[in-house]
């Protein structure tokens, strides 16, 4: 695991997992991640005041199981 805070700031959590992958870690440890972000395939935006203390408690309670993200209801649409 990898999680880079950069000069600026910006903390990535670096999973190289995929987007949809990445969309369910996100909103799985939403207490640690920026809210409303554009997903990425290759990282997670972490919100910038994360600590090893919050991002350790967020795996406990990811731990429990994992949340699926919400569906746009546009993409939905799109299929019929």
Do not use: C, Y
Not at 1 to 12: L, S
Not at 37 to 49: M, Q, S, T
Request: aromatic share 6%; charged share 30%; glycine share 6%.
């Amino acid at each position: 695991m990898v999680i880079v805070r950069e000069g600026d700031g910006d903390v990535r959590w670096w999973t190289w997992a995929g987007h949809r992958a990445n969309a369910t870690l996100a909103v799985s440890l939403s207490s640690v991640t920026v809210p409303h972000r554009r997903v990425e395939d290759r990282f997670i935006r972490l919100r910038d005041d994360l600590t090893a203390q919050s991002w350790q408690a967020a795996v406990a309670d990811a731990r429990a199981g994992l949340t699926l993200p919400e569906v746009d209801v546009r993409a939905v649409r799109g299929l019929k």
